[in-house]
């Protein structure tokens, strides 16, 4: 694949009800909002079978997460997006497109098809080092029901900016003594959109 952008990010999870304590630690901590608030839309695709949501599941590797996502305009702003592990690190690929396809063929999971959108709101914040997004207002919903479920958490996440040279900071940030965490959105909207529905 060309054009594979590496990533460094970390993510933290909390309460939604934490929103604003949060917001108002990073101000304290000098970080300004550096973009309007996004409303974000994506539809991941994966095989019949969910292969994709198993090898992050387990972990395996190459693995790939596969969405059309939209920034405020899901009829106009289209952009298919490939986050990727492999043994080199994490990469991500993007490109605009004109419309949502109905599926798609990928060189590791062959066809692949729409299974679940993930909706959510996005703040930007930076100190000139670390760049922060906090999402919020996440809501998960199967591509087959009307159903939408709220999710438990918001998240925020601490990335190094594309094309910055590594610096420890960033790997040792941290907000209220939290640990960075493993999670995934689609993980959690498969679990209660999909997975829960067919119980």
């Known amino acids: 694949m ?50 994709t949501y198993l090898d992050s599941v387990e972990g395996n590797i190459p693995r790939k997460k596969i969405r059309i996502r939209s920034y405020d305009n899901f009829a106009s702003d289209l952009n298919y997006e490939v986050k990727e592990v492999n043994e080199y690190g994490r990469f991500k690929y993007s490109e605009k497109i004109l419309k949502l396809p109905t599926y798609l063929t990928d060189n590791i999971y062959k066809s692949i098809y729409p299974v679940v959108e993930v909706e959510y709101y996005r703040k930007y914040f930076s100190n000139n080092l ?50 960075n965490e493993s999670f995934s959105k689609y993980k959690e909207a ?7 529905s067919r119980k």
């Open 190 to 196: 498969i679990n209660v959109a999909v997975l829960n």
């Open 130 to 179: 670390i760049r922060l997004t906090l999402d919020f207002n996440i809501q998960y919903k199967s591509v087959s029901s009307k159903n939408k479920f709220k999710s438990f958490y918001l998240v925020l996440e601490s990335k190094l900016p594309d094309k910055s040279t590594y610096n420890e900071k960033v790997n040792d940030f941290k907000l209220f003594g939290t640990s």
């Open 2 to 51: 060309k054009d594979l952008t590496k990533r460094v990010e970390n993510k933290f999870v909390f309460n939604p009800k934490d929103k604003y304590k949060i917001i108002n630690n990073l101000l304290r901590k000098g970080f300004l909002e550096i973009y309007e608030e996004r409303h974000i839309k994506s539809i991941y695709f994966d095989t019949r079978d969910l292969k």
